[in-house]
């Protein structure tokens, strides 16, 4: 993503129908779920994966069941912050999926 940021930054003149640098785009467009979740456990580590993408926002919760690789009964990664545990589980996808609102009235 950064490489194609820098990209376009250098050839924005060439194609004026894109507003938004790659970055931008996926951010807004993109979402990630967490299984299987391949990456470290919490810590500095999954902390700087985190500020890597730029935004906790494209992540949500899946839980991959019944797939053989299921991580158990984790279904979040271990030691991760409690607020950002409910943002992946309960927040990004209520607004991805703002339907979903209607049936938890």
Do not use: C
């Amino acid at each position: 993503m950064w490489r194609s940021t820098k990209t376009w930054r250098g050839i924005g003149g060439e194609v004026p129908w894109t507003k938004h640098s790659a970055i931008a785009e996926v951010r807004d467009r993109v979402r990630l779920t967490l299984q299987p979740f391949d990456g470290p456990d919490a810590g500095a580590e999954l902390e700087r994966f985190i500020e890597q993408l730029g935004s906790d926002e494209i992540l949500l919760f899946s839980s991959d069941y019944p797939h053989w690789q299921f991580e158990g009964e984790d279904a979040m990664p271990a030691g991760l912050d409690p607020d950002l545990a409910r943002k992946i589980a309960w927040d990004n996808p209520l607004r991805v999926y703002p339907r979903i609102k209607e049936t938890l009235a």
